[in-house]
């Protein structure tokens, strides 16, 4: 941002000395023309250089939230799991109540739920 500031005063300083050239001559002429155009190009330059420092901040703090939201995950999406019904050989737990009923049973003694 300071290297675009600085080159716009420098094509400022460039035009009034453009304005202060005595015009009796071409040569003269030609010195203001050229001061003019270089000018312009100046100006015009910093704020090229300007524009595009701004953008770049821009696409900075646009990659570093990408970065950000990517290795940070979502918890809202993230559910509880499904409790599972535990099974121990001869016998299972039911995931509702936790009561232990035989294998063969397919529901819970304590509550009903199906196996």
Known sequence: ??????IIILGIV???IGLFVDTQNIMQQT??????VCSSVL???GLIIITIKN?????EYSISEIERKLCKPD???ISNPVPVNKNYGSAWTC???STDNVATDSSCKGCG???
């Not at 941002?1 to 600085?6: E, F, K, S, Y």
């Not at 953008?55 to 696409?59: D, F, H, I, R, T």
């Open 95 to 97: 995931k509702k109540c």
């Open 43 to 45: 100006v015009v330059g």
């Open 14 to 16: 460039v035009l009034i």
């Open 1 to 6: 941002m300071v290297l675009g500031g600085v």
């Open 55 to 59: 953008g770049l901040k821009s696409l």
């Open 113 to 115: 739920e199906y196996r």
């Open 75 to 77: 918890t809202s999406t």
């Open 31 to 36: 010195i203001q023309y050229l001061c003019f």
